[in-house]
């Protein structure tokens, strides 16, 4: 299986080519429109901030690259957010895949962290993406921005200070706002069900 994964500028790709590796995948880390376009999957994966991710995406031609992929694309964390409207990180303009918003967390409690960062559970999980797990699988979180919950586009829920959406999906585009990378044999049954797809 052809599998790519977009390369531009964000950090942790190299825990994500090392969990697809653990499955038998040797990923192709590129920025090439075209081999991203005749991969069978493709991951758009990373840590960073919103603002100069999707300043190098528009410079490099990436932002539509990734708008126009029809096979099963995942993003993951800074991914996900980027694949939304608009993110309040540095007031950006994303890519606009699910019609959805990104929004700071908000401490409400003295203990309210933010950003959320280590191991949180899943619930209500409404996707192949899920095969094979039940609700309060447990997977590592390090955000301090969230999509909302969204009847129509929310694949798996997440409660930090409040419930919000940990994974998305819309046409052939999956999100997560957690690393399965950094989930044990949780995240690596989300990468393998995704593989799959």
């Given amino acids: 299986m052809d599998v790519a994964i977009v390369k531009y500028n964000a950090g942790n790709i190299y825990s994500v080519i090392n969990a697809l590796k653990r499955l038998g995948i040797e990923p192709t880390l590129t920025d090439n ?3 991203l376009a005749k991969a069978d ?9 919103a603002s ?3 300043a190098y995406l528009k410079e490099h031609g990436l932002d539509q690259v990734i708008r126009d992929l029809r ?25 606009g895949i699910f019609p959805l918003d990104v929004l700071r967390f908000q401490p409400e409690r003295h203990d309210d962290k933010v950003p959320q960062m ?25 955000h301090s921005y969230y999509v909302p919950y969204h009847k129509d ?7 930090y200070i409040l419930p919000y ?10 999100a997560t706002q957690f690393h399965p990378e950094k989930s044990g044999s949780v995240g690596e049954r989300i990468l393998k069900n995704f593989l799959e797809l």
């Fill in 71 to 95: 096979q099963p694309v995942l993003g993951i964390c800074i991914g996900q957010q980027l694949m939304c409207r608009h993110s309040e990180e540095g007031n950006t303009d994303c890519l």
């Fill in 41 to 49: 999957r493709v991951l758009f994966p990373g840590q960073g901030e």
């Fill in 33 to 35: 429109a075209e081999l």
């Fill in 118 to 142: 280590g191991w949180n559970s899943i619930y209500q999980l409404v996707s192949p993406l899920f095969n094979g797990m039940k609700d309060g699988e447990f997977i590592y979180n390090v």
């Fill in 153 to 159: 586009y929310t694949i798996a829920t997440c409660d």
């Fill in 52 to 54: 100069t991710a999707m």
């Fill in 165 to 174: 959406s940990a994974a998305l999906h819309k046409d052939n585009f999956y």
